[in-house]
């Protein structure tokens, strides 16, 4: 039996749910059309067809979802967005969502050395004054209830983020609360086969 | 057009504010997170979630986050809807089924909580006492949907609330 995934990785674990993924023969119309975006532009997994039980959602959420993590033009990068989702990710402590946004992050940024501090300090993580405005504001927003305030966005602008910029980085943290959510409730992360 | 929908009211952003302009930027954001919420509280195939228990699970949700804005517009929603005694009384974090009550219900209402503050806690064994309790798979997504929709409201509302602050 694979084992359940524990610990922060940037290793992309397997995802297996808990919930049956629909049957993509069985699929209604309003299902099939829900599986035409998915997240990332990825393939049709089991995740997407497990939120496929709720098309009416889903044809509007996997849309949101891409257009604030790589859409939204100008505004802030795609690696500070994935710092957010990795922010928000770390406070609720999902294993997958948090590999599969600190290893982009790292892809975008070459900076290993500040998702290394993230895993081994968590919320308390040291990183360079601009990483650190960008960490601390999602994990504020993170937080339940929310304990983003004014200190934070001084912070974000002191470092040299626009309102819009700001804005980006709320909705990468804030959707990847709702990410979280749906990946570790209705699924869980096994590790890989290592041979 | 822009400022009318449920994120800008709730977050008190008024035209010509800097939030206002950030939104003008974002409004293929806006559109899908009102598309969501309308999916969401008044869908077209509620599945076994009715309208208001959908609101009420909401308005708990919304209060646990301290959420006062968006607490109101769920109980309005509420209020709006056909709602019995039992999902006026879900509506209030501090209400706890007590062991009279519906055994679906009950495990719904649970799972919200645990959704709401917890998410990590859940495990299969989690899902499979929903499943136990008669909560069919396409309602413990429906659910999951709902609860995860209102987490990241508030957190959007949150932010636009900061810029517009200073």
Redesign the interface.
């Known amino acids: 039996m694979p084992e359940v995934v524990e610990q922060f990785t940037t290793e992309i674990p397997r995802w297996s749910p808990?919930?049956?993924p629909i049957s993509q023969e069985d699929a209604t119309p309003l299902q099939q059309k829900s599986l035409e975006v998915t997240p990332s532009g990825g393939p049709i997994s089991d995740y997407v067809l497990?939120?496929a039980?709720?098309p009416?959602?889903l044809?509007?959420?996997n849309?949101?979802f891409n257009?604030?993590m790589a859409?939204?033009p100008?505004?802030l990068a795609r690696a500070d967005r994935e710092l957010g989702a990795v922010g928000a990710s770390e406070v609720?402590?999902?294993i997958f969502c948090t590999a599969v946004h600190a290893k982009r992050y790292v892809e975008l940024t070459d900076q290993a050395e500040v998702i290394e501090n993230i895993f081994q300090d968590e919320s308390a993580a040291v990183l360079p004054p601009r990483e650190q405005a960008l960490f601390d504001y999602s994990v504020a927003?993170?937080a339940?209830?929310?304990q983003?305030?004014?200190t934070?966005?001084?912070a974000l602008r002191d470092v040299g983020l626009t309102?819009?910029e700001?804005?980006?980085?709320?909705?990468s943290?804030?959707?990847f609360?709702?990410?979280?959510?749906?990946m570790?409730?209705?699924g869980?992360p096994l590790a890989r086969a290592s041979d | 057009m822009t400022l009318d929908s449920v994120i800008p009211r709730i977050a008190g952003v008024e035209a010509g504010s800097?939030?206002a302009?950030?939104?003008e930027?974002?409004g293929?954001?806006l559109e899908?997170?009102q598309?969501?919420h309308d999916?969401?509280l008044t869908?077209?195939?509620p599945?076994g979630l009715s309208l208001a228990l959908r609101a009420a699970l909401a308005t708990r949700v919304a209060t646990?986050?301290?959420?006062e804005a968006l607490t109101a517009h769920y109980r309005a929603l509420l209020d709006a809807a056909n709602a019995s005694t039992e999902d006026r009384a879900i509506a209030d974090p501090a209400h706890a089924l007590g062991a009279e009550a519906d055994r679906w219900l009950a495990a719904i209402v649970t799972h919200a909580d645990?959704?709401?503050?917890a998410?990590?806690d859940?495990?299969?064994a989690?899902?499979?006492a929903l499943g136990a309790a008669g909560v069919e798979?396409?309602d413990?997504?429906?659910l999951?949907?709902l609860?995860?929709?209102v987490?990241?409201q508030?957190?959007?509302a949150?932010?636009?609330r900061?810029?517009n602050?200073?």
């Open positions: 808990h919930v049956r497990v939120l039980h709720d009416e959602t044809i509007h959420r849309p949101l257009e604030i859409g939204s100008g505004g609720n402590r999902c927003l993170a339940i209830p929310p983003a305030n004014s934070h966005i001084k309102d819009l700001i804005i980006d980085l709320t909705l943290a804030s959707v609360c709702w990410a979280n959510r749906l570790e409730t209705l869980e | 800097p939030a302009a950030v939104l930027e974002r293929r954001v899908l997170t598309n969501s999916a969401l869908p077209t195939d599945g646990i986050n301290a959420e645990l959704l709401a503050t998410p990590q859940s495990n299969k989690t899902i499979e798979d396409s413990i997504v429906r999951t949907q609860i995860g929709f987490v990241y508030v957190r959007f949150t932010g636009l900061l810029i602050e200073q």
